[in-house]
């Protein structure tokens, strides 16, 4: 894989935002109203803080679109940090003359606390691993940028990756399965798929959903923070995604590294995931139960979460990620001071939600969708979008038909292609059914 690559850049209270996607095909209807939805998204939920009531994020495409549809170039997309406004003399690009090095060092006398040096490092955080391995005293220069801010980013990025897997039929999605400690039942999850989203935690289990409410109205009171899990899910993927063959190739380990990614992701699961360690083979392994009608393969059951061996198996994909409370705490934890090396009472406190898990899944899914997005491309290839889909539409028919029974000797090799004004080889047609779409085949 790595047909689709992207890189994000900025820092949280820098100027913007910015994310590079490239290998996305030509003639992709995209849009940033489009972008913008699971950008606004990722802002909701309860228990966000006060950041999310400062910026509106609003992804400008600067590259790579002319009306509405991708030229097969890199698209670039820029989401500006609203609350830069507030830091543009502590985040500048430019180098300090005296007068600005001056004014920030009477600013920081003054207890503004946006200019005082961070140097009491934070539990949890990047911040005492980050200055040490860069060389900073100031923690600042850490944690603009390990900081979960840079997330919209790859939600911006995973619009994109959206758009092209909607142009080949697979819907992704995600909702919030556990906040402290409560958890989702399937029998009372009543809520349909939009009701969950448009909920204060996107919990498909309104009677979970209140007792989540109530578990970070507890954390919020004691100055303290909540953790949970998501559950992302992935529609209409074909059989065959990944490989065997290496393990760079294997699906469920770029999905397992994709989630593991975000800031506040500590564990990764699918379908089962640690559930199988407590139950014998006969009561985890999915049946395979025939070919179907229109040549689908079915399993009785989606133990395994839509992957078999890191490939695709047709079930819906299903991966967890388990997030940890936010480090930021309102009663900050004891920690010790970067460059005394001395233990201080508090470490340092800017703001901090209380809980994210709705936020997360929604970054998982961003983070799932490019993943997928890398696959199917690397797969089918194409161009344009509408090659790629053609390749898909092939692939998806010749794995739908029975399958030959095998003959002594082994497999028939493909029938070559016959070159420009040259003739098939007597007896035999061009190409044939071994011929295949490109990719995996």
Same mark, same amino acid.
């Given at each position: 894989m790595g047909r689709l690559r992207w890189l994000t850049a900025g820092e949280s209270h820098g100027r913007s935002l910015a994310v590079t996607v490239e290998g996305v095909p030509a003639g992709l209807a995209i849009g940033a109203d489009a972008l913008a939805v699971d950008l606004a998204r990722r802002q909701r939920g309860y228990g966000r803080g006060a950041r999310q009531a400062i910026e509106h994020d609003r992804a400008e495409i600067v590259s790579g679109v002319r009306h509405g549809v991708t030229l097969g170039?890199?698209?670039?997309?820029l989401v500006a940090n609203r609350?830069?406004?507030?830091w543009t003399a502590v985040m500048q @690009? $430019? &180098?300090l003359t005296d007068e600005t090095a001056a004014q920030l060092a009477a600013a920081a006398g003054d207890g503004n606390k946006r200019a005082i040096p961070v140097t009491r490092v934070r539990p949890g955080h990047a911040d005492l691993a980050g200055a040490l391995k860069y060389g900073f005293n100031d923690v600042r220069n850490v944690l603009e940028r390990a900081s979960a801010r840079e997330t919209a980013a790859r939600v911006a990025a995973g619009g994109v990756a959206r758009a092209i897997l909607a142009a080949l039929g697979v819907d992704v999605w995600s909702f919030t399965a556990e906040v402290g400690g409560v958890a989702v039942d399937p029998a009372r999850a009543t809520r349909s798929r939009r009701e969950a989203d448009e909920s204060p935690l996107r919990c498909p289990d309104p009677d979970a959903e209140a007792a989540m409410i109530a578990r970070i109205d507890e954390a919020r009171s004691n100055g303290d923070t909540v953790g949970g899990v998501f559950e992302v899910v992935a529609h209409g993927l074909p059989i065959g995604l990944g490989s065997y063959v290496h393990w760079?190739?294997?699906?469920?380990?770029?999905?397992?590294?994709?989630v593991m990614s975000i800031n506040i992701v500590k564990g990764v699961e699918f379908g089962l995931g640690f559930e199988q360690t407590k139950r014998f083979g006969s009561g985890v392994h999915d049946v395979i139960a025939g070919r179907g009608e229109g040549g689908r393969w079915i399993h009785r059951s989606n133990n395994a979460g839509g992957l078999t061996g890191g490939i695709t198996n047709g079930e819906p994909l299903v991966v967890r990620g388990a997030v940890k409370p936010i480090s930021t705490l309102a009663r900050p934890l004891p /920690?010790?001071?970067l460059v /005394? &090396? $001395?233990? @201080?009472?508090?470490?340092?406190? %800017?703001? /901090?939600?209380i809980s994210v898990v709705p936020a997360a899944g929604v970054v998982a899914e961003a983070m799932v969708m490019l993943t997928l997005a890398d696959a199917m491309l690397d797969k089918f290839g194409g161009d344009t979008i509408t090659d790629t889909s053609d390749a898909l539409d092939r692939y998806v028919e010749r794995?739908?038909?029975? @399958? %030959?029974?095998?003959v002594p000797g082994g497999r028939r090799a493909a029938t070559p292609r016959a070159t420009p004004g040259q003739a098939a080889p007597s007896g035999e047609a061009v190409g044939g059914d071994e011929a295949g779409s490109g990719g995996d085949d």
């Open positions: 170039s890199p698209i670039l997309l609350d830069w406004d507030n @690009v $430019e &180098g760079d190739r294997r699906l469920d380990a770029a999905l397992a590294a994709a /920690s010790a001071d /005394s &090396g $001395e233990a @201080v009472d508090k470490a340092h406190y %800017e703001r /901090s939600d794995i739908s038909r029975p @399958v %030959e029974a095998p």
